[in-house]
């Protein structure tokens, strides 16, 4: 009260701190979204009946990618919209690996367990400065995810028209993408560890630990997708 403090009466009071983010708050967002994005996965795959696979799997996939760009460039800090873009990343997610688990059996199982394994031994490996965040690594690393981006959209288009570039297709090549994609995948880990490390030296607000939980989730899936179609093309003759 800053009548108490010996203020005249009607003394503006001082504006509540804001708390800044912490490692911790990072943690417990990455957790809670991965649970959200679980759930609308489980839940996706149950209800959607086994016709509309295809028709949810696109819709997810669009919306989440138009969320996604919205909240990478506005770097808005805003919870309900990472919340919203986590569980339509689940019905994507879930609707992906229905197809996948229908055609190879426990592959599902075999890339959650891996995806976590790259993530955790990269967290150690960052943790322990094996692998650390330069200048140069940063670019190094947004230009070659630009770059893999770029032809994995001309591919998609491309795959519209008939055209088969050989990237998506179980051979040698695709095989050979497919790692590559696997390895920037593991190293964008690293570009999010740096991003909460920076935030928390920064004394970013609290609410921030939202996006920086969120840059995690994109490179968990991202990963996740990629080990799902690498394990499908080793047990593709099965």
Same mark, same amino acid.
């Given at each position: 009260?800053?009548?108490?403090?010996?203020?005249?009466?009607?003394?503006?009071?001082?504006?509540?701190?804001?708390?800044?983010?912490?490692?911790?708050?990072?943690?417990?967002?990455?957790?809670?979204?991965l649970g959200i994005l679980g759930v609308a996965a489980a839940a996706a795959w149950v209800l959607v009946p086994d016709a509309l696979v295809g028709?949810?799997?696109?819709?997810?996939?669009?919306?989440?990618?138009?969320?996604?760009?919205?909240?990478?460039?506005?770097?808005?800090?805003?919870?309900?919209?990472?919340?919203?873009?986590?569980?339509?990343?689940?019905?994507?997610?879930?609707?992906?690996?229905?197809?996948?688990?229908?055609?190879?059996?426990g592959i599902v199982l075999q890339a959650v367990v891996a995806s976590f394994g790259v993530f955790f031994v990269m967290a150690m490996l960052y943790?322990?400065?094996?692998?650390?965040?330069?200048?140069?690594?940063?670019?190094?690393?947004?230009? !070659?995810? /630009?770059?893999?981006?770029? +032809?994995? &959209?001309?591919? $998609?288009? #491309?795959? @519209?028209?008939?055209?088969?570039?050989?990237?998506?297709?179980?051979?040698?090549?695709?095989?050979?993408?497919?790692?590559?994609?696997?390895?920037?995948?593991?190293?964008?880990?690293?570009?999010?560890?740096?991003?909460?490390?920076?935030?928390?030296?920064?004394?970013?607000?609290?609410?921030?630990?939202? !996006?920086? /939980?969120?840059?995690?989730? +994109?490179? &968990?899936?991202? $990963?996740? #997708?990629? @080990?799902?179609?690498?394990?499908?093309?080793?047990?593709?003759?099965?």
């Amino acid at each position: 009260d800053p009548s108490q403090a010996g203020y005249p009466a009607g003394y503006p009071a001082a504006p509540p701190v804001v708390a800044p983010m912490s490692i911790d708050d990072v943690v417990v967002k990455t957790v809670t979204l991965l649970g959200i994005l679980g759930v609308a996965a489980a839940a996706a795959w149950v209800l959607v009946p086994d016709a509309l696979v295809g028709v949810a799997w696109i819709g997810a996939a669009v919306v989440g990618l138009v969320l996604g760009l919205i909240i990478s460039f506005s770097r808005m800090a805003n919870p309900a919209l990472v919340v919203t873009y986590a569980v339509v990343e689940g019905v994507f997610v879930g609707m992906v690996s229905k197809a996948f688990e229908r055609s190879y059996d426990g592959i599902v199982l075999q890339a959650v367990v891996a995806s976590f394994g790259v993530f955790f031994v990269m967290a150690m490996l960052y943790k322990a400065r094996v692998i650390r965040a330069t200048p140069a690594f940063v670019k190094g690393m947004i230009a !070659v995810m /630009a770059g893999l981006f770029a +032809v994995m &959209l001309i591919n $998609l288009v #491309l795959s @519209l028209f008939g055209v088969n570039t050989h990237l998506r297709d179980g051979s040698k090549l695709a095989i050979g993408f497919s790692l590559i994609c696997i390895v920037v995948a593991a190293l964008s880990f690293v570009l999010s560890f740096k991003e909460v490390e920076d935030g928390v030296r920064m004394g970013l607000p609290q609410r921030y630990s939202w !996006v920086a /939980a969120f840059g995690i989730l +994109v490179s &968990l899936v991202w $990963l996740y #997708l990629e @080990l799902l179609r690498l394990l499908s093309y080793f047990q593709g003759d099965d």
